[in-house]
């Protein structure tokens, strides 16, 4: 008996504790972070969801998340990794298929996603921001849209999630990694 009442107050007390910081959170700025050159940055604050281009200097970067940090945060970034030989072998990183199947993105693309990786998570640590780093396959089977390399599913997901917000290619995946932060970060 007394088994069964412990086990039923811990229960009651996770479920209590997930309900209020749901709804803690629903106040806190949300950001998505799509690290490429042409990605951006989304932030979903409430039911308010804007989006900029990936800024073009650290400098401009480093102010805009410094804006977004000023209250509670949740940043999620799409986690990149590099490996020996993966602008030949990956498939993953193949060209849109309007210039051709079979051409890849180049080692100096590599360099640069990889840089502006970097220099995210450079600029979240000096504002004391830890993000939420998660794989693109991860996300995306989470919030069901698999794109296996054509992003009109990802812009046709955001669209869904956001009505009525101007949703592109260039920020649709951060969009639904802002989302993505707020459902399970």
């Not at 990183?93 to 890849?104: N, R, V, Y």
């Amino acid at each position: 008996m007394v088994a069964r009442l412990t086990s039923f107050l811990i229960m009651s007390f996770v479920e209590a504790r997930r309900i209020v910081n749901r709804d803690i959170r629903a106040n806190w700025c949300h950001v998505g972070i799509d690290p490429g050159k042409s990605g951006g940055i989304a932030w979903i604050v409430s039911d308010t969801c804007q989006a900029a281009k990936m800024p073009e200097t650290e400098r401009g970067l480093y102010e805009l998340l410094r804006e977004l940090a000023e209250g509670p945060t949740v940043v999620t970034v799409e986690k990149q990794w590099a490996r020996p030989g993966m602008d030949k072998v990956e498939k993953a990183t193949e060209i849109s298929k309007g210039k051709g199947e079979g051409q890849f993105r180049g080692s100096v693309s590599n360099a640069t996603l990889m840089q502006n990786y970097g220099t995210i998570l450079g600029i979240l640590a000096s504002l004391c921001v830890e993000p939420i780093l998660v794989a693109p396959l991860r996300w995306q089977n989470r919030l069901n849209c698999r794109t296996r390399g054509d992003k009109n599913i990802t812009k046709a997901k955001a669209i869904e999630l956001f009505p009525g917000t101007k949703v592109f290619h260039w920020n649709a995946d951060a969009y639904l990694l802002a989302h993505y932060g707020r459902l399970y970060g």
